[in-house]
């Protein structure tokens, strides 16, 4: 095979670039700290005309939403991309994305939410949107944002699927960080992804009815039938990846595991800092420890079989959220999840929840030690003492600023 | 983590502190390596004190936290000394590539850094060749010839690629005099 060009991409341009490529019809995007440079970029494109795309320069996140519903729901290939406030005041569209069955992407660069405002990474913005109905897809680094952007179309067209995707990348830490990327040829995409296939697009020769009234006696078979498609997406999720590894000698599953061989205790992590996460397991698998780590590519479907396979056999398993869900028992979205998905199961490990890295506060290896240490004491223990403690604040009970 | 060449910028928002850190980064991803160019982000004001990081390695970087112990450190702006404690985490055995009109022996000194020091006229540089004191590019100059870190070409090549014309023709003068009026101590 012909060695593929290595293009230096940050998260927002790999991002970008994957949409260029995928040739949507219609992009409808308001720009917002730190998506901006996506926007600006496919703009770039549209103007230079390397991009047939109708850009729509929307004047809020709602109306980029309701733009991409309408000219998905015409049966255009749409795409906008979002953050924090951004996605917060799109969250009304949302839902109605999904239920109407449309496969819109879109790009999130994930961002604290206000107060006090924050311009920088955390995923408050979606894991709070994660019960709206749409596929959720968190990515490590550049080269993920690629390959995924251009896997999100295949996987929300597919027809067993029609679902909107979110394609996440951390805010600045990967959005505005600069990596190489392995980027395919325009054909190869081409070849991966083909023309969309609408199913039933608003046509005036043959009319259909889209967003009616749902009385009590339709209701529930709709939401029934919408929460069947999200559970069964997840073996066409898997079937894609394969197909996307096997055409460009990528190596993607849904969940990755990361020197789990032998580990008695685990990191359960999600997005960029997955990668800080593996050089401690690295430190500490170099002092003899058994540890190991599991990244979470996707949340939505939530992966609950291919989890508990990953976790079985494991002692203690410290999941790290990227935000807190106030009020709820287990400090983050994440940790909640996880402890759901063990609780039937025979010998479960301990699930210790570390919500961490909020408001872009800067998490280093030693933090990850620190959450290694403490989940060592839990294996020798086999006890739990709190079910979440909060990483990189200062506050009584927190691990170190 | 080992392996890895960590490069700490500081300068001033304005002076290209984060091109510097991108092009540095991508000299090397042309030599084959594997790069990370980032900013310390959301800082950027004209005229602020601002860093930005690049990581440089054989192998794949999975670290993604901000660069603490630097291997290099670079600092575009001389004034941003006094407000910035630029040398903080700088290993014993790294370097410090300083733009000012001192001395090397002066600036060790000074700081009492224990790190080998270069250091060049880089404003002056960029006056005269690119009417505006534009550092970054010449600073990259300074770097390849004191840390060996990347190759001239490989500077040159991607100044070529980034910008055009008589830009570009003006950028890589002011590397290649940068290069040569490099002032170096202890080595």
């Known amino acids: 095979m012909m060695a593929r060009k290595v293009l230096a991409l940050n998260g927002d341009e790999a991002a970008a670039y994957a949409v260029k490529q995928c040739k949507p019809d219609v992009i409808a995007a308001y720009p917002i700290t730190p998506q901006t440079i996506i926007v600006e970029r496919l703009s770039d494109f549209v103007a230079d005309g390397e991009l047939d795309a109708e850009f729509i320069a929307v004047e809020s996140e709602h109306s980029a939403m309701s733009a991409c519903i309408?000219?998905?729901?015409?049966?255009?290939?749409?795409?906008?991309?979002?953050?924090?406030?951004?996605?917060?005041l799109m969250y009304e569209m949302l839902f109605v994305a999904s239920s109407f069955r449309l496969p819109i992407v879109m790009s999130v660069a994930n961002r604290a939410l206000n107060s006090p405002l924050n311009i920088w990474n955390d995923m408050s913005d979606t894991m709070g949107?994660?019960?709206?109905?749409?596929?959720?897809?968190?990515?490590?680094?550049?080269?993920?944002?690629?390959?995924?952007?251009?896997?999100?179309?295949?996987?929300?067209?597919?027809?067993?699927?029609?679902?909107?995707?979110?394609?996440?990348?951390?805010?600045?830490?990967?959005?505005?960080?600069t990596e190489g990327v392995e980027v395919l040829s325009d054909g190869e995409v081409d070849s991966f992804l083909p023309p969309r296939d609408p199913v039933y697009p608003l046509d005036v020769e043959k009319p259909v009815t889209i967003g009616c009234v749902g009385v009590p006696e339709y209701y529930p078979e709709i939401k029934y039938q919408q929460e069947v498609a999200t559970k069964k997406s997840i073996e066409t999720i898997k079937e894609i990846l394969r197909e996307f590894n096997e055409s460009f000698g990528r190596s993607y599953g849904i969940v990755e595991e990361y020197r789990t061989d032998g580990a008695e205790v685990a990191l359960l992590t999600i997005g960029s800092i997955s990668g800080t996460a593996k050089e401690a397991v690295d430190e500490m698998r170099a002092e003899g420890k058994p540890v190991g780590l599991l990244k979470l590519r996707l949340f939505r479907p939530f992966p609950i079989e291919?989890?508990?396979?990953?976790?079985?056999?494991?002692?203690?398993?410290?999941?790290?959220?990227?935000?807190?869900?106030f009020g709820s028992c287990m400090g983050g979205a994440l940790n909640m999840e996880v402890r759901a998905a063990l609780y039937e199961m025979k010998d479960r490990p301990h699930v210790m929840g570390f919500p961490?890295?909020?408001?872009?506060?800067?998490?280093?290896?030693?933090?990850?030690?620190?959450?290694?240490?403490?989940?060592?004491m839990i294996a020798e223990q086999d006890a739990l003492e709190e079910e979440y403690k909060v990483v990189g604040c200062r506050g009584p009970g927190c691990i170190g600023p | 983590?080992?392996?890895?060449?960590?490069?700490?910028?500081?300068?001033?928002?304005?002076?290209?502190?984060?091109?510097?850190?991108?092009?540095?980064?991508?000299?090397?991803?042309l030599e084959g390596k594997k790069v990370q160019s980032f900013p310390a982000f959301g800082a950027e004001r004209e005229g602020a004190p601002i860093k930005a990081f690049t990581r440089i390695s054989e192998a794949p970087i999975y670290i993604r936290s901000q660069i603490y112990t630097p291997n290099i450190v670079v600092v575009l702006d001389p004034t941003v000394i006094r407000s910035e404690r630029v040398t903080e985490g700088l290993k014993d055995d790294g370097w410090l590539i300083v733009n000012t009109i001192k001395d090397p022996e002066v600036l060790k000194e000074e700081l009492d850094a224990k790190?080998?020091?270069?250091?060049?006229?880089?404003?002056?540089?960029?006056?005269?060749?690119?009417?505006?004191?534009?550092?970054?590019?010449?600073?990259?100059?300074?770097?390849?010839?004191?840390?060996?870190?990347?190759?001239?070409?490989?500077?040159?090549?991607?100044?070529?690629?980034?910008?055009?014309?008589?830009?570009?023709?003006?950028?890589?003068?002011?590397?290649?005099?940068?290069?040569?009026?490099?002032?170096?101590?202890?080595?």
């Not at chain 2, 700490?8 to 290209?16: L, P």
Request: net charge positive.
């Open chain 1, 70 to 88: 309408g000219a998905s729901a015409m049966g255009a290939r749409a795409y906008t991309a979002t953050a924090s406030q951004g996605l917060a």
């Open chain 1, 356 to 376: 961490t890295g909020l408001g872009g506060r800067d998490i280093r290896v030693e933090h990850f030690l620190k959450i290694i240490d403490e989940l060592l």
């Open chain 1, 306 to 325: 291919a989890l508990r396979k990953s976790l079985s056999g494991l002692k203690v398993v410290g999941v790290v959220d990227r935000h807190i869900s």
């Open chain 2, 115 to 187: 790190a080998k020091i270069a250091t060049v006229n880089a404003t002056s540089i960029a006056l005269e060749l690119l009417g505006a004191p534009r550092v970054n590019t010449p600073i990259l100059g300074t770097l390849v010839k004191s840390t060996r870190l990347v190759k001239l070409d490989s500077v040159i090549s991607i100044i070529k690629s980034t910008f055009k014309g008589k830009v570009a023709d003006m950028n890589i003068k002011a590397v290649e005099r940068a290069y040569q009026e490099t002032k170096i101590k202890g080595v």
């Open chain 2, 1 to 29: 983590m080992r392996g890895i060449v960590e490069v700490r910028f500081h300068g001033r928002g304005g002076q290209g502190v984060v091109t510097a850190s991108r092009l540095l980064a991508e000299a090397a991803l």
């Open chain 1, 129 to 177: 949107a994660r019960d709206c109905g749409w596929i959720q897809i968190y990515n490590e680094n550049s080269q993920e944002v690629y390959d995924f952007t251009i896997q999100a179309f295949r996987i929300a067209e597919d027809h067993r699927v029609l679902l909107p995707v979110m394609v996440c990348h951390d805010g600045f830490v990967v959005s505005h960080s």
